[in-house]
């Protein structure tokens, strides 16, 4: 049996198919093409502080975003005075174990990277220094500001020495003038750590744009002896910033910010046990001694330097007890201000401070300390404001004639009983001398 479908049924099926296949055509043909590939990523991160704890957090969380996102390379702007060698050693073995190729480059132009800056260039991928840089003068000190006994010290210099020449033979730098660094303290401009044979760095470039330019297709051998070709042209750069708390703790990490932070937390300190129950002195100062611990922790700091404080601030105090015609306030300022010269114990300019900061502050202080005291020895002094005790001394108004025997006075608003040595009229004026419980005993005026 033949079954036939009505014409205009056929008809609407007809315009259905050709309508999806119409629109079917340019999705087919989008999806065919190829894709774009994508700017290859170079992560740069800079740091312009000594190498710290906080420091070290922020390299290696900048390499480890980098090798999360496949980067093709990161790139550490440098510039710092030295550091601490724990922090120098954990930055050098997450250096060495990333993904990621990492260029350290010394700039801007007048920048340096010494101690361990010098360090972290040598282990680098790719070193590079702008003109008008150094590096070097590694040798290393101890950073509690004790004197070293001769052989710790060699120790000391040996040990890192070695590690020197190990991080620079892996890199195919200049093993001896890396030990020299050390050892002697040896510094290099960029033109002679280039020109050195074999050189110790890899190239100079005026900034980080040039510095792309000069890597791109070049081909670098990476710690564990594999080479890769660098591709650095046409890349998008993705600048990887401190976060709040590493800023506040890098920033505090500062010679002259940790010694304000000292002085002012000793301050508030002074004034909440002067006046207990204040609370907001006490808060303040407790905050403001534990970021300058939290900043001595990480810093070079002389013993003898905090001793001289704490005997500073000792005499300061003595000289409200004892009577010397301000010789102790005398010594107490000399002990402050030759403790707080010496306090961070390194030969680097940008860790000591300056004496234009020190003598403001000690003067300050001082004046501030002694201000308080005498205010809380007056206070001390001022008779009972409260009780019997207070009206001694107070006037009052005979009310009756005042005998030995009986009398009334007004005073305080108050009828009080009182006798007296001698007779005092009605109406006189008199002066409370004793408070036998209820009874008062009055002169008069």
Same mark, same amino acid.
């Given at each position: ?115 361990? !800056? ?23 000190? #101890? ?58 760095? #890899?190239?100079?470039?005026? #900034? ?187 006037? !009052? ?5 005042? #005998? ?42």
């Amino acid at each position: 049996m033949n079954i036939s479908l009505p014409a205009r049924f056929t008809r609407r099926a007809a315009l259905v198919i050709g309508l999806s296949l119409t629109l079917a055509r340019p999705l087919v043909s989008t999806t065919a093409q190829p894709t774009q590939p994508a700017r290859p990523l170079v992560y740069s991160a800079a740091v312009d502080s000594i190498i710290q704890p906080v420091s070290a957090e922020y390299i290696t969380a900048t390499l480890d975003e980098a090798d999360g996102a496949g980067a093709a390379l990161v790139v550490l702007t440098l510039r710092t005075p030295g550091g601490l060698v724990d922090s120098t050693r954990a930055i050098v073995s997450h250096m060495v174990a990333a993904k990621t190729p990492v260029a350290v480059f010394v700039a801007p132009s007048g920048a340096r990277a010494a101690s361990a !800056g010098f360090i972290l260039t040598i282990a680098a991928d790719v070193a590079a220094m702008a003109p008008g840089t150094h590096i070097g003068a590694a040798h290393p000190v #101890d950073g509690s500001g004790q004197k070293i006994d001769e052989t710790m010290a060699t120790k000391m210099t040996q040990d890192l020495a070695a590690y020197a020449r190990t991080l620079a033979g892996r890199r195919n730098r200049n093993v001896s003038l890396a030990e020299l660094a050390v050892s002697e303290s040896r510094a290099f401009t960029e033109e002679e750590a280039r020109q050195a044979s074999p050189p110790l760095i #890899d190239l100079v470039a005026a #900034d980080l744009p040039d510095l792309l330019r000069q890597l791109d297709g070049r081909t670098i051998t990476r710690f564990d002896g594999t080479t890769t070709i660098l591709h650095t042209a046409n890349v998008e750069i993705v600048t990887f910033e401190m976060s709040l708390r590493q800023r506040v703790l890098s920033a505090v990490a500062n010679p002259t910010v940790a010694y304000l932070l000292m002085s002012l937390g000793t301050l508030a300190l002074t004034i909440e046990l002067w006046n207990p129950g204040a609370i907001v002195p006490g808060i303040v100062g407790g905050l403001c001694l534990l970021l300058a611990f939290f900043a001595f922790s990480v810093l070079p700091v002389n013993i003898v330097g905090v001793l001289l404080l704490f005997f500073g601030l000792l005499l300061l105090v003595l000289e409200l007890k004892v009577t010397s015609f301000g010789l102790l306030t005398a010594g107490g300022i000399v002990s402050l201000v030759f403790g707080s010269m010496i306090l961070v114990d390194s030969p680097l300019p940008e860790l000591q401070l300056r004496l234009s900061l020190v003598l403001p502050v000690v003067l300050g202080f001082t004046a501030i300390t002694v201000l308080l005291a005498r205010l809380a020895l007056a206070a001390q002094r001022l008779g009972p404001a409260t009780g019997p005790a207070a009206m001694v001394g107070s006037p !009052g108004q005979a009310l009756t004639p005042i #005998d030995d025997r009986s009398g009334r006075v007004l005073t305080h608003g108050e009828i009080w009983q009182a006798t007296a040595a001698e007779s005092i009229p009605s109406g006189s004026r008199v002066r409370i001398t004793r408070v036998d419980g209820l009874h008062l005993h009055v002169q008069r005026e």
